[in-house]
């Protein structure tokens, strides 16, 4: 089994998370959302997150606008939906608890081994 493949697989597992944390208090265009996943290094690419960004607005979790640009064509913006802000809210819990559960697995069994 190689280590990149389930690393790979646990950043897809939380990126639809990520994007809609991205998006939580502004609007973003995908160069923007793209820039701050890898600032977090959550190596994505343009291919990856097109359909993302499809799947979450076709499921009614956001909404984009086209918006003039002083530098190219015009940007399509992409902003929660109210409906993407209660699923959101409901991430963020799960991912606490998530990230609380898995901490006490993983301290506990570094504690039995040493």
């Known amino acids: 089994m190689k280590i ?6 646990m950043r897809k597992g ?3 998370y ?6 939580r ?8 959302i793209l820039e701050t996943l890898k ?3 959550l190596l994505v690419v343009e291919g990856t997150i097109y ?10 979790l ?24 209660l699923f959101l809210k409901e991430l963020t819990t799960t991912w606490d608890e998530l990230q609380t559960a898995v901490t006490i697995v993983t301290t506990q069994k570094n504690k039995d081994h040493e």
């Open 14 to 16: 939380v990126l639809e």
């Open 39 to 41: 600032d977090a290094k």
């Open 18 to 23: 990520c994007i809609l944390s991205v998006l």
């Open 51 to 60: 359909p993302l960004l499809t799947r979450l607005k076709n499921a009614g």
């Open 62 to 85: 956001l909404s984009y606008r086209w918006e003039e640009s002083s530098s190219g064509p015009p940007r399509k913006y992409y902003g929660l939906t109210n409906t993407g802000k």
């Open 4 to 9: 990149e493949n389930t690393k790979a697989q």
């Open 25 to 32: 208090d502004e609007d973003a265009y995908v160069a923007e």
